[in-house]
């Protein structure tokens, strides 16, 4: 119970210190993910613009970077942004959308990469072909293979570039250099809902802002997605009353919801 303590104390950390967080995001995903911070308590920004992105990353407490509608344009501003938070000390999260998919969206992850995500967060498809240790099939934002086919690969990008990996699944997976931990929450109908694994990079973003460990602040977050994720779906009559009640739980959520249906083995 002491780790479950641990979490429960991050998420209501949370809550209390209500992190800016700075997200150079997709199209597809903003207002699902703004409104998801929202319920869990931090504060987000959307900002890409290039005449601002600089000034951005040094007022907020943490940076996301999700590449899934990506662009010339923003590409730019990404690699502004991550150089920026590296200067600064800032963390920042990674989320490596379609990674494989197409050689530009390899090249910007490449360039990416340099400037030392704290978090990278993805399926197990986009981890594998992130890390380049063998070929990899990506079906869009859709993994192809099961979060634990990834953990070697994980292990590679985390030792190459000092960061905490988590690979998003029926099982999340979060490996840092020393310590593995594996959520057994969430549902499958989470998988109707497009952009929850952004939703997650976001959390994880937030959490950073607010939790020196970096690993246990993935793991926070990444808890308090699967949990709400799994009451939400108890109410809902399919995806589009999970999202609605997805955010409630995000907002709402017990200390005694989330010690009854946590599922998280450190290893």
């Not at 999700?66 to 920026?84: K, P, R, V």
């Not at 690993?215 to 939400?232: H, I, K, N, P, S």
């Amino acid at each position: 119970m002491a780790m479950e303590k641990t979490l429960w104390k991050h998420i209501q950390s949370l809550k209390d210190h209500a992190p800016l967080v700075h997200n150079i995001s997709n199209y597809v995903v903003m207002n699902n993910t703004a409104n998801a911070l929202l319920a869990a308590g931090a504060s987000p920004v959307m900002a890409h613009a290039q005449s601002e992105v600089r000034e951005m990353v040094q007022i907020a407490s943490s940076l996301v970077i999700n590449i899934g509608t990506l662009d010339e344009y923003w590409h730019q501003s990404m690699l502004t942004a991550a150089e920026t938070a590296q200067t600064l000390g800032k963390a920042w999260v990674l989320d490596p959308v379609g990674a494989g998919a197409t050689p530009y969206r390899n090249t910007v992850l490449q360039e990416l990469l340099q400037f030392r995500p704290t978090v990278i967060r993805g399926n197990a498809s986009e981890i594998a072909a992130l890390a380049n240790t063998h070929q990899s099939s990506t079906k869009g934002v859709d993994s192809t293979v099961e979060s634990h086919t990834a953990i070697e690969d994980a292990h590679v990008l985390s030792k190459a570039y000092q960061a905490v990996v988590c690979i998003s699944g029926a099982t999340d997976i979060i490996i840092d250099e020393q310590r593995t931990f594996y959520i057994s929450n969430g549902h499958p109908l989470m998988g109707k809902v497009t952009g929850l694994g952004c939703t997650a990079s976001a959390l994880v973003a937030a959490m950073l802002g607010v939790v020196e460990d970096k690993t246990e602040a993935t793991v926070a977050a990444m808890a308090l997605l699967g949990v709400a994720g799994e009451l939400a779906e108890q109410q809902s009559k399919g995806p589009g009353s999970l999202q609605v009640n997805l955010l409630d739980k995000l907002y709402s959520m017990t200390d005694n919801e989330f010690y009854a249906y946590i599922k998280c083995t450190p290893q």
